[in-house]
């Protein structure tokens, strides 16, 4: 007995949201389609729980797509933009293209130390006597 999948039933509403992100797009193909050309756009043509298809241009006008299989499936409509969010990070992050400060370490500034021992001080010798 074949489940409907409401993630295909969705799929036409899926292709218009992701319409506005042409970037993640080309994204999706060279990272998750594993496309090495020079992709100039890509669109979704079709998704399901299992997975999406992408057509893609590559700069000479040569156009190809792309099935990129979703591990694990979409449970559901409901997760997936989250899912298609998080793929975007996954992707963006492998090629390089992803533009998050990368903090490796953080020093805690010396001066801070003594910043409340002043205040301390400042209270203790300065406030008026109850």
């Known amino acids: 007995v074949a489940m409907s999948d409401s ?3 969705n799929s036409s509403s899926l292709c218009t949201y992701m319409k506005d992100q042409p970037r993640t797009l080309v994204a999706y193909v060279k990272y998750f389609g594993k496309v090495q050309d020079n992709v100039a756009s890509a669109e979704m043509s079709g998704v399901d729980s299992k997975g999406m ?3 893609y241009k590559l700069q000479p ?4 797509s792309v099935r990129v299989p979703f591990n694990p499936p979409f449970p559901g409509y409901d997760g997936a933009k989250l899912r298609l969010l998080s793929m975007k990070t996954e992707a963006l992050d492998g090629l390089g293209m992803l533009k998050v ?4 370490t953080f020093r805690f500034p010396p001066k801070a130390i003594m910043t409340p021992f002043i205040f301390l001080a400042y209270f ?7």
């Open 7 to 9: 993630v295909a039933s």
């Open 53 to 55: 298809t992408l057509l």
């Open 61 to 64: 006008g040569v156009s190809n």
């Open 101 to 104: 400060p990368n903090l490796t």
């Open 124 to 130: 203790y010798l300065l406030a008026p006597p109850p």
